[in-house]
Structure formats: C-alpha cells, structure tokens
C-alpha cells in the first residue's frame, strides 16, 4: 500500500514543485560576508542625521519584536534566506548614513505623495523618513537660490555617495526648453546629467522618470523620455509604476546599504525581486481567469464575486510587478482587490498600449502612418474580407467564363 | 480510371498526414486562441472555480495545436531539403525556370484557365512560394507565441529545467524590440492569425478551383495522395 502510495505520488506530483531555486550555501555565505564588511565600514562612518531609530520606533508605537518581523519581511522580499534578518535590522538602523538626493522633473509629485501620505507611518515610512534626504525640492523648506545652494553642498559633500533618486521625466523637445531650473534656466536634462555625474547610482522612481510615463503618451508634445535613455554610464536602478510602490523602493536602498550594490535588474533595469515575475503570476483571482469566470460588466453578479478581471481588459496577465503580493498603502488593497483591472502601469508605454480598459483585441491600435484606428480583429476582419470578396469576384468571373482552355501549347 | 488519364502520385503518406494534422491544429488554435485574446463565450457550468478550468483547458488546447504545428514545420523544413519524394526548395530557387512558371501559374489563375504553359503534373513553383509564405508565418506564430509564454517562466525555472526558459528568451525576446514591447508581440501573434485565417481561405479556393477548371481531381491530392493527368501530356 505505501508503495502503491508512493508510486502514485511520484506520477502526479509535478517537477516543477522540486525546482531548487536556492543558490547554494557558498553563494550565501560569501554574500553574508560581503554585507557584514559593508555594514561594519557603514557603522564606523559617521552618522548624517543625529536621530536615534529605535527612539523614533518606539515613539510611533512599534516594539523590538514588531521591528523584527518587519525585517524577516523584509529579508523574504529580497529573496534573501532567513540568516540576513538581522543584517537587514541593522541595515535599517544604518540607513541615516544614506545621503539622498531627490530630482522631481516632469512629473505630479505622486511618487513623493506615495512614500509620504500614511495614517500612522508604517515601518517602511519611517525608514524612509530617516534616510538622509539631503535635498527634494517638494519636502524642503528652502526656497529659490537657497535651495540651489543646499544642493550644490550636498553634491559636494558627499561626491561619488549619494543614491540619486529622480522622479518625472525628461522633455527633450524645443531644446530641453519645456522644463527648466529656477533663476538659472538650466534645463531639466542638463540638470539631470550633472546631477547625476558623482552620484554612487541613480534610482528612477516611477513610470515618468523610468520610460517617459504619462508626459511620453501620444503625442508626446514635449518629447519626453525616461532617464535610461539620456544618462548613460551610470548604474540606473528603474522601479516603475504609477506611483511606485514605496516597499519597492525601501527594498532598492536596503539592498545598496546591504551590499553597496544594485540589485540584480531585468532587462528594462527593474529589480527582479520586484519585478521577476508578472501580477497574473501571483493573482488572488487567478483561478477566475483559469475557471474561465470572468467580471462581464461592471457591477455584475462576477463583479460581486472577485471574478477575473481579463475582460474588463485588466493587464496582470502583460505586467511585471509585485503589486498583488505586496498591494499598496502598506497592504491594505491594490487595484484589482478593490475590483478594477490592471492598467499596467509599470510597463513602458502604458498609457497607450495598456490602459485602455478593454483586452487588446478590442483595443482601438493606431496605424503606425497615423489616422486608422481599428481594433485587431476589424483590420483582421477587412482582410478577410478584402480576401473573399477577391475570391468571390475570381470565381464569379470563373463562372461566367466557363471551363476553357488553350492548354497543351506550351510546355 | 477514365481512359487517356493515368494517375500521378502527389502526397506522400507523411505529407498528407502533416497536412491534416495541420488543418486540425490550425483550426483548434483560432477557436482558442480567439478566447484567450478575449473569452467570447461564458461557461455556465455551476460549480466553483476550481472544477472549471475553461480558460485553462483553451490554454491546454492552444498549446498543442501550436506544438504540432512546431513539430510538423520541422519535418516540413527537413522535407523542404531531403524529401526522397520531391524537394520543394528546388521550386523556390528564383532562377528564370521557375519564375517563367511561377508566372505562368498566376497567369493561368487570372486569365480563368484561358492559358495553360505549364506542366500541372508536379507542384509547381507558385504552389512552393504559397506554402512557404504560410511556413513563415507560422514561424513568427511560434516565435511571439513562445514569447508570451515565457512571460509565465518568469522564474527561469520550469518542470523541464533551466535551460527552457533561458532558450526561449534567447530565440524569442528580439521579438520586444522589434514589435514594440510584450504588447506589441500580442498584437502581432494576434493579427498574423488573420492572415492565416485569410491564406487558407484563398488555400481552399485555388484547390477547389483548380479541380474544376484544370479536371484532373486535384481536391484529391490531400486524401489519397494522387491525381490525374492526360497520358498524352505527361512524358
């Protein structure tokens, strides 16, 4: 019996379920190793803000314990085995040794919105709180030529260390005249290039800074790009969305304290711990999709029942992010729990060829010429029909001629 | 058999074979793939969710079709060289015979059988150059639809190991670049079925014309795997 049992489990239980995906116990190790030498040269520096973190945890109400659990949290996000929990603890508590500088370019704040706005900071706030954010034009109180100086200190004073964060894309049209810097009239691309020239690395936050975003949707009056495609020879780290999930970017800066280095990116430069793998993947509603249940209209006895959002042209199934594992606003829901589709707005050119709310078969495409717009299935639709009506007048002409030929005159 | 024609043989057994086996798959990928890009019906099956699996069994299906379709334009690609039976890239080499017939096939078409300077005993040159154009897209078929698969193996791991999904990406991710991101690629697998959809159309015509107009029972060649010809016309 136990033998038939285990004959029976070796038939039906998939491979894919004894996939090894650990790197091994040398890749740890040596991995360990190198964090602790970069967190221990990390400790001997000097602090850049005088602020106790424990002090300001226990003053929002979180205890040891509760800071711990955020940091094995934290440790699994990262993809990284147990035994780096209290690295990454002690990462958190080395991050006031950060120095940040922050570029808002062509954009609406809602990224600076989306790591500021919480009702009662959650750890990953405060964390963010306490990295030394050495300059953002929207939290400071500097104004004008004193904001100008505060960032010219920063740049100097902690050359080839600051991680660079930018938000907002760049508009390349009319000469860069579309966005400018104050009094100097610096453009935002001649801003950004000098900026980021001793910056350690450069992080784009958010769909904007990333691929051009919503300012780069047709028709793209002010020619905007992303920054991967202006800044060359820097490490860029991309953590696309609209706005970007502000675990994302905690999990980006631990990693760079953690190890000095940028996490390991896909091809667009997104981190893969974040974006290895696609909404669809890990979807609370993925056994709708695979059932075949599908929301058919708003407000329908599927939409009462979290059906698959698919029809209502949800892109989970085209996105990479981790949105349906992490959510938004600390947990609390992401787009498709609150039961509207994805918009795949981490993807490049999302406000064109994502967010149209319908699947993309019905998705009106422009012609690459411009004019046209038909869905797929209406140009496919006219060549069938180009095609039968090509047929249809051969063979009524082939009716009328009759069955004649000349054959046989040339071989 | 008609007195003054004799048979000649066509399709191999192999052939005919590849050649339904397409016509199947084919058909069961645009049935379900139709849905995948957009459930057009709805399964009225009352149990949860997890007896269902519509979507997944028309996943299932679509993936099948696509691998015999793989698996026959191998061996269609081998034939295309070695085929002890005829070599088709003979046909598609464009020296002057076979664009003179290539030509004269379409002349033939277009002036209703009124001309004829070509030997119909063989597969001639624009029957090659059609099939070939039909093998090519379903190579990018293959392509943009293993793209999107591999979306899935995100991982780099799958139940056959590593090196599928490391392959796939190696052969099919140009195809982001070239159509415009993973959007782009769904675009294109979708509206290349259309032309498919539209070659056999056309496919299905010429076959049931030419065995009208030309009287040798062509329509046959893909069930039994010959024809007929005049015996004075065939040396």
Same mark, same amino acid.
């Given at each position: 019996?136990? *033998?038939?049992?285990?004959?029976?489990?070796?038939?039906?239980?998939?491979?894919?379920?004894?996939?090894?995906?650990?790197?091994?116990?040398?890749?740890?190790?040596?991995?360990?190793?190198?964090?602790?030498?970069?967190?221990?040269?990390?400790?001997?520096?000097?602090?850049?803000?005088?602020?106790?973190?424990?002090?300001?945890?226990?003053? *929002?109400?979180?205890?040891?314990?509760?800071?711990?659990?955020?940091?094995?949290?934290?440790?699994?996000?990262?993809?990284?085995?147990?035994? %780096?929990?209290?690295?990454?603890?002690?990462?958190?508590?080395?991050?006031?040794?950060?120095?940040?500088?922050?570029?808002?370019?062509?954009?609406?704040?809602?990224?600076?919105?989306?790591?500021?706005?919480?009702?009662?900071?959650?750890?990953?706030?405060?964390?963010?709180?306490?990295?030394?954010?050495?300059?953002?034009?929207?939290?400071?109180?500097?104004?004008?030529?004193?904001?100008?100086?505060?960032?010219?200190?920063?740049?100097?004073?902690?050359?080839?260390?600051?991680?660079?964060?930018?938000?907002?894309?760049?508009?390349?049209?009319?000469?860069?005249?579309?966005?400018?810097?104050?009094?100097?009239?610096?453009?935002?691309?001649?801003?950004?290039?000098?900026?980021?020239?001793?910056?350690?690395?450069?992080?784009?936050?958010?769909?904007?800074?990333?691929?051009?975003?919503?300012?780069?949707?047709?028709?793209?009056?002010?020619?905007?790009?992303?920054?991967?495609?202006?800044?060359?020879?820097?490490?860029?780290?991309?953590?696309?969305?609209?706005?970007?999930?502000?675990?994302?970017?905690?999990?980006?800066?631990?990693?760079?304290?953690?190890?000095?280095?940028?996490?390991?990116?896909?091809?667009?430069?997104?981190?893969? %711990?974040?974006?290895?793998?696609?909404?669809?993947?890990?979807?609370?509603?993925?056994?709708?999709?695979?059932?075949?249940?599908?929301?058919?209209?708003?407000?329908? *006895?599927?939409?009462?029942?979290? %059906?698959?959002?698919?029809?209502?042209?949800?892109?989970?199934?085209?996105?990479?992010?981790?949105?349906?594992?992490?959510?938004?606003?600390?947990?609390?829901?992401?787009?498709?729990?609150?039961?509207?589709?994805?918009?795949?707005?981490?993807?490049?050119?999302?406000?064109?060829?994502?967010?149209? *709310?319908?699947?993309?078969?019905?998705?009106?495409?422009?012609?690459?010429?411009?004019?046209?717009?038909?869905?797929?299935?209406? %140009?496919?639709?006219?060549?069938?029909?180009?095609?039968?009506?090509?047929?249809?007048?051969?063979?009524?002409?082939?009716?009328?001629?009759?069955?004649?030929?000349?054959?046989?005159?040339?071989? | #058999?008609?007195?003054?024609?004799?048979?000649?043989?066509?399709?191999?057994?192999?052939?005919?074979?590849?050649?339904?086996?397409?016509?199947?798959?084919?058909?069961?990928?645009?049935?379900?793939?139709?849905?995948?890009?957009?459930?057009?019906?709805?399964?009225?099956?009352?149990?949860?969710?997890?007896? =269902?699996?519509?979507?997944?069994?028309?996943?299932?299906?679509?993936?099948?079709?696509?691998?015999?379709?793989?698996? /026959?334009?191998?061996?269609?690609?081998?034939?295309?060289?070695?085929?002890?039976?005829?070599?088709?890239?003979? =046909?598609?080499?464009?020296?002057?015979?076979?664009? /003179?017939?290539?030509?004269?096939?379409?002349?033939?078409?277009?002036?209703?059988?009124?001309?004829?300077?070509?030997?119909?005993?063989?597969?001639?040159?624009?029957?090659?150059?059609?099939?070939?154009?039909?093998?090519? #897209?379903?190579?990018? #078929?293959?392509?943009?639809?293993?793209? #999107?698969?591999?979306?899935?193996?995100?991982?780099?791991?799958?139940?056959?190991?590593?090196?599928?999904?490391?392959?796939?990406?190696?052969? $099919?991710?140009? $195809?982001?670049?070239?159509?415009?991101?993973?959007?782009?690629?769904?675009?294109?697998?979708?509206?290349?079925?259309?032309?498919?959809?539209?070659?056999?159309?056309?496919?299905?015509?010429?076959?049931?014309?030419?065995?009208?107009?030309?009287?040798?029972?062509?329509?046959?060649?893909?069930?039994?795997?010959? =024809?007929?010809?005049?015996?004075?016309?065939?040396?």
């Amino acid at each position: 019996m136990a *033998e038939r049992r285990e004959a029976f489990k070796m038939l039906f239980s998939a491979n894919s379920a004894k996939v090894e995906t650990n790197k091994g116990d040398a890749y740890y190790d040596r991995l360990f190793q190198q964090c602790r030498a970069r967190l221990d040269e990390l400790k001997a520096s000097q602090p850049l803000q005088a602020i106790d973190f424990h002090e300001i945890l226990s003053d *929002e109400g979180y205890d040891r314990r509760e800071f711990m659990k955020w940091a094995s949290a934290a440790t699994a996000m990262l993809m990284l085995p147990p035994m %780096f929990t209290p690295l990454v603890a002690e990462a958190a508590e080395l991050m006031t040794r950060v120095p940040v500088i922050w570029l808002e370019l062509q954009d609406c704040a809602g990224n600076s919105e989306a790591l500021l706005r919480s009702d009662g900071p959650k750890i990953d706030e405060i964390l963010l709180d306490i990295i030394s954010l050495e300059f953002h034009e929207t939290l400071m109180a500097a104004a004008g030529h004193q904001a100008d100086a505060q960032l010219e200190d920063a740049m100097h004073a902690f050359k080839g260390k600051y991680l660079l964060f930018v938000e907002g894309a760049i508009p390349m049209g009319m000469e860069g005249q579309y966005g400018t810097i104050g009094a100097s009239g610096e453009t935002f691309h001649e801003h950004l290039v000098r900026v980021a020239a001793d910056a350690a690395a450069v992080v784009a936050v958010g769909s904007c800074a990333t691929y051009g975003g919503i300012p780069a949707a047709a028709p793209n009056p002010t020619e905007a790009v992303g920054v991967m495609d202006v800044l060359k020879g820097k490490p860029i780290i991309n953590i696309p969305a609209c706005p970007a999930n502000p675990a994302n970017m905690v999990g980006v800066i631990l990693h760079f304290v953690l190890t000095g280095q940028v996490p390991e990116l896909d091809s667009l430069l997104r981190p893969k %711990f974040a974006f290895g793998y696609r909404i669809h993947d890990n979807c609370e509603r993925r056994a709708h999709f695979d059932a075949g249940e599908f929301v058919e209209e708003w407000g329908d *006895e599927g939409a009462k029942n979290n %059906f698959c959002l698919y029809k209502m042209g949800c892109k989970g199934p085209m996105t990479f992010n981790n949105c349906s594992i992490v959510r938004y606003n600390e947990g609390v829901n992401w787009p498709i729990g609150v039961g509207r589709g994805c918009i795949g707005c981490s993807e490049p050119d999302f406000w064109d060829k994502y967010a149209y *709310e319908r699947p993309m078969s019905d998705a009106n495409i422009k012609a690459p010429t411009g004019g046209v717009e038909k869905t797929v299935d209406q %140009f496919g639709l006219g060549v069938l029909t180009a095609t039968a009506v090509g047929i249809g007048i051969h063979a009524a002409a082939s009716a009328v001629a009759g069955k004649k030929s000349d054959e046989g005159e040339a071989q | #058999m008609k007195p003054g024609y004799e048979k000649i043989k066509r399709m191999t057994p192999a052939m005919r074979i590849i050649h339904w086996v397409n016509v199947v798959s084919i058909l069961a990928a645009v049935i379900t793939g139709l849905y995948i890009a957009h459930p057009y019906y709805q399964s009225f099956i009352a149990d949860p969710a997890v007896d =269902k699996y519509v979507m997944a069994w028309n996943r299932w299906i679509h993936f099948i079709g696509a691998i015999l379709l793989d698996v /026959t334009s191998v061996a269609v690609a081998y034939l295309y060289f070695f085929s002890r039976f005829e070599k088709p890239y003979k =046909k598609l080499v464009p020296n002057a015979r076979n664009v /003179t017939e290539f030509k004269e096939v379409l002349i033939n078409l277009l002036t209703l059988n009124r001309r004829k300077n070509f030997d119909s005993s063989h597969s001639d040159s624009f029957n090659v150059v059609y099939f070939t154009i039909m093998h090519l #897209m379903l190579i990018l #078929m293959l392509l943009t639809g293993l793209q #999107m698969y591999v979306h899935g193996l995100a991982s780099g791991e799958s139940s056959i190991g590593a090196w599928w999904p490391w392959m796939l990406h190696m052969t $099919t991710d140009w $195809t982001l670049w070239v159509f415009g991101g993973n959007m782009g690629v769904r675009y294109v697998h979708h509206l290349m079925m259309w032309w498919i959809v539209a070659w056999v159309m056309f496919h299905v015509y010429y076959q049931i014309w030419r065995t009208i107009f030309w009287q040798e029972g062509d329509i046959a060649i893909a069930f039994g795997g010959s =024809k007929f010809k005049k015996s004075s016309e065939t040396e």
